[in-house]
């Protein structure tokens, strides 16, 4: 069975600053897509990035970045220039490309931005 | 405006009370999905649907049902809701299987059983 493990219940960062969350996953498979998600107070659940598994280029949204190691089977995201509405609980996402689509969540780390 | 709608979206109930959670996605969308969403757990696929009235398990169904009448709606039905039931309720839908879309969520239902 798929699992994704995300290491770091917390984090925080200064603002402006840039901070890196940690993701791992386990599969079988080769064709699969990896996400991160936001999820603010607000309980909404925001993709943040994606990345295809047969891509070699991480992808990049703005100021949020991943660093995709197949080989690893590691997912990070960065934020760069950290902002006080980054502040939220990030969720690492894996999901296959065939079959029931689900989305394989970690567990989830807080985000704390300080002033 | 292309959305996920979710209703109610905070119900608090007694044990044995059944009870329905809506799900309607106005996008045309042939996958639906809920999940729970519970403390250190992350969220988990309860029920998903591939298509009308084509459903399956995920991984926590016990003590649920769902149905696809409808390509638009997904209801989610607590026959007989227990405390340990109590969560945050997320309703998702996407497009054709093996696209690069990805699962758009509704707003979420958080649920209390007393």
């Known amino acids: 069975a798929q699992t994704v493990t995300q290491s770091q219940p917390e984090m925080s960062v200064q603002e402006a600053e840039t901070v890196t969350l940690s993701c791992t996953y386990d599969?079988?498979?080769?064709?699969?897509?990896l996400f991160w998600y936001k999820q603010p107070p607000s309980r909404q659940m925001i993709l943040v990035i994606r990345q295809e598994a047969y891509k070699q280029q991480n992808a990049t949204e703005n100021r949020f970045s991943v660093n995709f190691q197949k080989a690893a089977k590691s997912f990070s995201l960065k934020i760069s220039d950290s902002q006080l509405g980054d502040a939220a609980m990030y969720f690492c996402?894996?999901?296959?490309?065939?079959?029931?689509?689900?989305?394989?969540f970690g567990t989830g780390t807080r985000l704390t931005i300080i002033p | 405006e292309a959305q996920v709608t979710q209703n109610p979206r905070y119900l608090i109930t007694v044990t044995g009370k059944k009870l329905t959670v809506t799900c309607s996605q106005n996008?045309?969308?042939?996958?639906m999905s809920w999940y729970r969403q519970d403390p250190g757990l992350g969220l988990r696929q309860i029920y998903y649907s591939m298509n009308v009235e084509v459903t399956d398990k995920g991984d926590v169904p016990e003590g649920y049902k769902v149905s696809r009448k409808e390509k638009r709606n997904f209801p989610l039905i607590l026959e007989s809701p227990s405390p340990n039931q109590t969560s945050l309720y997320f309703c998702a839908s996407s497009t054709d299987r093996g696209s690069t879309d990805t699962q758009y969520f509704g707003p979420g239902t958080r649920l209390t059983v007393l």
């Open positions: 996402a894996y999901r296959i490309n065939f079959g029931n689509e689900k989305l394989t």
């Open positions: 996008m045309n969308h042939e996958y």
């Open positions: 599969t079988s498979e080769s064709d699969y897509y």
